[in-house]
């Protein structure tokens, strides 16, 4: 994770995908987005791996 960027809930992340929570989880299982577990089980994600999946997700859209 790149440590100079604040960490996002899987609320945010959701948002920033235009995806519903439960569609993020899903990719987190899939392996298709990476995210860290707090303690209390609470997920955070990196705004880049966020902005590095939604970008690959416009470029699979655009080579359709």
């Known amino acids: ?3 100079l960027l604040p960490r ?6 959701a948002h920033a995908l235009g995806l519903s929570d439960q569609r ?3 990719l987190v299982d899939e ?4 995210c860290e ?3 209390d ?3 955070i994600f990196d705004p880049a791996d966020v902005f590095a999946l939604a ?3 416009a470029e699979s859209k655009d080579s359709r």
Do not use: K, Q, S
């Open 41 to 43: 089980g609470t997920r």
């Open 55 to 57: 970008t690959r997700r």
């Open 1 to 3: 994770m790149t440590p």
């Open 8 to 13: 996002w809930r899987i609320g945010r992340a």
């Open 31 to 34: 392996g298709e987005l990476a």
């Open 24 to 26: 993020v989880r899903g």
């Open 37 to 39: 577990r707090l303690e």
